[in-house]
């Protein structure tokens, strides 16, 4: 679910069921900024607001993109 007001996204893992959000004004979306990810593994719990948690990682690349 999305609260595009409050810029809020809330999602659940399959893996880890568990209400997560990101709150997108805690997250740097500037032109140029760094990628980052958060990778969500067996074991690992995850929930809450997981703004915070995200790290540098290299921009994955689409198929078929030049």
Do not use: C, H
Request: hydrophobic letters at 40%.
């Amino acid at each position: 679910m999305a609260d595009q007001q409050s810029k809020v996204y809330y999602f659940e893992s399959v893996i880890y069921p568990a209400v997560s959000w990101v709150n997108l004004n805690k997250v740097d979306l500037a032109e140029g900024a760094t990628p980052k990810v958060i990778r969500i593994q067996r074991g690992q719990a995850l929930a809450g607001d997981v703004s915070s948690q995200f790290k540098a990682s290299q921009p994955f690349k689409w198929l078929g993109a030049e």
